[in-house]
């Protein structure tokens, strides 16, 4: 009796979902079951199918809803697949950026302190410059002052 009975509800899903892909022309509006013994009379027009053929269908609906979420999540792990080798990538060239930046900013500070000790290191001998300057200048007005003196008195 409890075999019937399941095999009468999945009898009943197969017609639902049956006539849910009929083409409109082949679609009944009222749709109806019976179990039949052998040598029975049908009580009415339709299509008999074996516990077997039942079974198979059944079968066939559910091997091909699994493939069906089979393939969702093979492409669903593949995208995620993908998205993570996208990220690490990214990530990747991120930190070689960053170590790049870091370098490029300290040869610059390098540089910066090399030039700050020579600008700052140097001696200053501008005084020196100056004086040695300002002496030279002086020696130098009072030879021609003695030179002019001296050709005058000639």
Avoid: H
């Avoid at 930190?95 to 302190?113: F, G, L, M, P, T």
């Amino acid at each position: 009796m409890f075999l019937k009975q399941t095999i009468a509800i999945l009898i009943s899903f197969v017609f639902v979902a049956s006539t849910a892909v009929a083409s409109p022309a082949t679609t009944s509006t009222t749709s109806t079951f019976t179990f039949l013994n052998k040598n029975d009379r049908a009580p009415f027009a339709g299509t008999l199918f074996s516990i077997e053929a039942t079974a198979k269908l059944l079968a066939e609906k559910e091997t091909a809803e699994q493939e069906c979420k089979l393939k969702i999540k093979y492409e669903t792990d593949k995208l995620q697949a993908k998205c993570a080798r996208d990220f690490d990538l990214i990530s990747s060239e991120l930190q070689i950026e960053k170590k790049k930046y870091n370098i490029i900013v300290a040869a610059q500070d390098e540089e910066i302190e090399r030039l700050q000790k020579i600008a700052l290191g140097s001696n200053d001998y501008d005084l020196f410059w100056f004086g040695g300057g300002v002496l030279l200048g002086v020696v130098t007005s009072v030879a021609i002052f003695f030179a002019a003196a001296e050709i005058v008195k000639k």
